[in-house]
């Protein structure tokens, strides 16, 4: 049952993926299509995330209260039809409209989707778990880098290559939510609600299918199930005293989580977009130049490069193999380590990926270190939020990862905007900042409890 669980989650966080991260290309096939500037890519993006971040609160919300399982299931398939019917807009405007509604939708998985796995895993095998479903992260970049370089070459008209690479975006989204619609609610979320009842039947479903048809929990001496910190006091309060709880009791760890999830997630998921462009400059000059002296007082316009191949993805799938390639090195570095150590060692990589983008003027070098900035802090949120899900009891966990996942994305907006108004400007203060960050962010999780403090609060 896990094994399947797994599969489904690792397909729909692939889906996930292509949404957040592969937009961006398909973005790079519409250009011509749809008239893009780096204005009308600059709403795309901030309106999309700001769909984000304004409902990722009230689907933690939701899933606390009906289920991580049912949220995942129906908000996804909002976000699959919505993002089937951008593929279909005739101009910019509806296509904003409907990629701005899909990322309403999405928020509730960022939400839900950890939570959910986490809560059928062992706690000692969380990290492990949770990182092996961020393999989706790199396979996603490979996934859509591969099939753009042969759909966005097409000469196809009416229809453009990129709607046909957006439409194919989807189908990992709708493999992994099929298997979900089979698959049962988390045992965790009853007993948090008080439904002993139901959650033997999961767990009953769940021996079956692990041990075989004739077993039984009470063949396994079996008759009740509880949790750690388990109250029904909420019940009697209503979902404020729930809220109130969490921001009074865990006001220090959700300060720390906070500016962690809005450094990381800024730096994780907006430069990305610039540094798509920053390589097309760098990469048409002949002169070794370093990136600051590339674009002091440079604003790049539109692209008219209409048709994308293979050569212009390059970077994309070297992107993808070094994510997976940084995903895979974690879940060798968890048997040996735990996961502050893990965490510290990659801001600390970032952070001098930081200093390389001072002084390298060589382009491959450049997009080294530009991947070594980003794709550090891309894993190091995934393991940041396996800790938050220990320290916080059931009940809370959506609200938590909800209001973290808020704090994330409003830092991908900022950043955005940040890296946009100071890269052509005081281009040396834009990298630089980034340093200063990444040393408050290894402050706070430094500060955060002990491995061992943690699995004593939770299981």
Same mark, same amino acid.
Not at 127 to 135: A, G, H, I, T
Not at 176 to 185: A, H, K, Q, R, S
Not at 400 to 416: E, I, P
């Given at each position: 049952?896990?094994?399947?669980?797994?599969?489904?989650?690792?397909?729909?966080?692939?889906?996930?993926?292509?949404?957040?991260?592969?937009?961006?290309?398909?973005?790079?096939?519409?250009?011509?299509?749809?008239?893009?500037?780096?204005?009308?890519?600059?709403?795309?993006?901030? $309106?999309? &995330?700001?769909?984000?971040?304004?409902?990722?609160?009230?689907?933690?919300?939701?899933?606390?209260?009906?289920?991580?399982?049912?949220?995942?299931?129906?908000?996804?398939?909002?976000?699959?039809?919505?993002?089937?019917?951008?593929?279909?807009?005739?101009?910019?405007?509806?296509?904003?409209?409907?990629?701005?509604?899909?990322?309403?939708?999405?928020?509730?998985?960022?939400?839900?989707?950890?939570?959910?796995?986490?809560?059928?895993?062992?706690?000692?095998?969380?990290?492990?778990?949770?990182?092996?479903?961020?393999?989706?992260?790199?396979?996603?970049?490979?996934?859509?880098?591969?099939?753009?370089?042969?759909?966005?070459?097409?000469?196809?008209?009416?229809?453009? #290559?990129?709607?046909?690479?957006?439409?194919?975006?989807?189908?990992?989204?709708?493999?992994?939510?099929?298997?979900?619609?089979?698959?049962?609610?988390?045992?965790?979320?009853?007993?948090?609600?008080?439904?002993?009842?139901?959650?033997?039947?999961?767990?009953?479903?769940?021996?079956?299918?692990?041990?075989?048809?004739?077993?039984?929990?009470?063949?396994?001496?079996? #008759?009740?199930?509880?949790?750690?910190?388990?109250?029904? $006091?909420?019940?009697? &309060?209503?979902?404020?005293?729930?809220?109130?709880?969490?921001?009074?009791?865990?006001? *220090? &760890?959700? /300060?720390?989580?906070?500016?962690?999830? &809005?450094?990381? /997630?800024?730096?994780?998921?907006?430069?990305?977009?610039?540094?798509?462009?920053?390589?097309?400059?760098?990469?048409?000059?002949?002169?070794?130049?370093?990136?600051?002296?590339?674009?002091?007082?440079?604003?790049?316009?539109?692209?008219?490069?209409?048709?994308?191949?293979?050569?212009?993805?390059?970077?994309?799938?070297?992107?993808?193999?070094?994510?997976?390639?940084?995903?895979?090195?974690?879940?060798?570095?968890?048997?040996?380590?735990?996961? *502050?150590?893990?965490?510290?060692?990659?801001?600390?990589? $970032?952070?001098? #990926?930081?200093?390389?983008?001072?002084?390298?003027?060589?382009?491959?070098?450049?997009?080294?270190?530009?991947?070594?900035?980003?794709?550090?802090?891309?894993?190091?949120?995934?393991?940041?939020?396996?800790?938050?899900?220990?320290?916080?009891?059931?009940?809370?966990?959506?609200?938590?990862?909800?209001?973290?996942?808020?704090?994330?994305?409003?830092?991908?907006?900022?950043?955005?905007?940040?890296?946009?108004?100071?890269?052509?400007?005081?281009?040396?203060?834009?990298?630089?900042?980034?340093?200063?960050?990444?040393?408050?962010?290894?402050?706070?999780?430094?500060?955060?409890?002990?491995?061992? *403090?943690?699995?004593?609060?939770?299981?």
């Amino acid at each position: 049952m896990q094994y399947l669980m797994l599969f489904a989650c690792l397909f729909v966080q692939l889906w996930l993926t292509n949404e957040q991260l592969g937009i961006a290309v398909v973005i790079a096939g519409a250009n011509c299509e749809l008239k893009l500037n780096n204005e009308r890519i600059s709403w795309l993006m901030a $309106a999309n &995330f700001a769909a984000q971040m304004l409902t990722c609160f009230m689907w933690g919300e939701l899933a606390d209260r009906f289920g991580r399982r049912r949220i995942i299931v129906c908000a996804g398939l909002s976000a699959n039809l919505l993002s089937i019917l951008s593929a279909c807009m005739p101009e910019y405007w509806s296509f904003l409209v409907a990629r701005t509604l899909a990322g309403f939708f999405i928020s509730a998985l960022v939400v839900s989707l950890m939570t959910y796995l986490s809560e059928f895993t062992k706690v000692s095998l969380r990290p492990r778990v949770l990182n092996f479903m961020s393999y989706a992260f790199g396979l996603s970049i490979i996934y859509v880098a591969t099939l753009a370089g042969v759909l966005l070459n097409l000469e196809s008209d009416p229809v453009q #290559g990129w709607r046909i690479l957006l439409l194919c975006n989807q189908l990992p989204g709708l493999l992994g939510l099929g298997i979900l619609l089979w698959l049962p609610e988390s045992p965790k979320y009853f007993l948090s609600i008080g439904d002993e009842e139901r959650a033997l039947r999961v767990m009953e479903r769940v021996c079956r299918m692990n041990k075989g048809k004739d077993a039984t929990l009470e063949s396994f001496g079996v #008759g009740s199930l509880t949790q750690p910190r388990l109250t029904r $006091a909420s019940m009697a &309060f209503g979902r404020c005293y729930e809220t109130r709880t969490l921001l009074v009791q865990y006001t *220090k &760890f959700m /300060c720390i989580f906070s500016v962690i999830f &809005f450094s990381l /997630c800024g730096i994780a998921f907006a430069v990305p977009i610039w540094m798509v462009r920053i390589r097309v400059l760098t990469s048409e000059c002949e002169d070794r130049l370093t990136v600051c002296e590339h674009l002091e007082g440079h604003s790049p316009k539109q692209s008219h490069k209409c048709r994308l191949g293979y050569e212009e993805m390059k970077d994309q799938l070297i992107h993808g193999f070094v994510v997976l390639g940084i995903f895979v090195v974690t879940s060798l570095l968890l048997i040996c380590t735990n996961r *502050k150590v893990v965490i510290l060692l990659y801001i600390g990589v $970032a952070a001098s #990926g930081c200093v390389l983008l001072n002084v390298v003027t060589r382009p491959y070098v450049i997009l080294a270190s530009f991947l070594i900035v980003v794709d550090p802090p891309l894993c190091s949120i995934r393991l940041v939020s396996t800790i938050l899900i220990d320290l916080v009891p059931t009940r809370l966990r959506g609200k938590a990862l909800a209001l973290s996942s808020m704090f994330g994305r409003c830092g991908v907006l900022v950043t955005s905007l940040y890296v946009g108004y100071t890269l052509s400007n005081v281009c040396l203060l834009t990298f630089n900042l980034f340093i200063l960050l990444f040393l408050a962010c290894g402050v706070l999780v430094y500060l955060l409890p002990s491995e061992i *403090k943690m699995r004593s609060l939770t299981l």
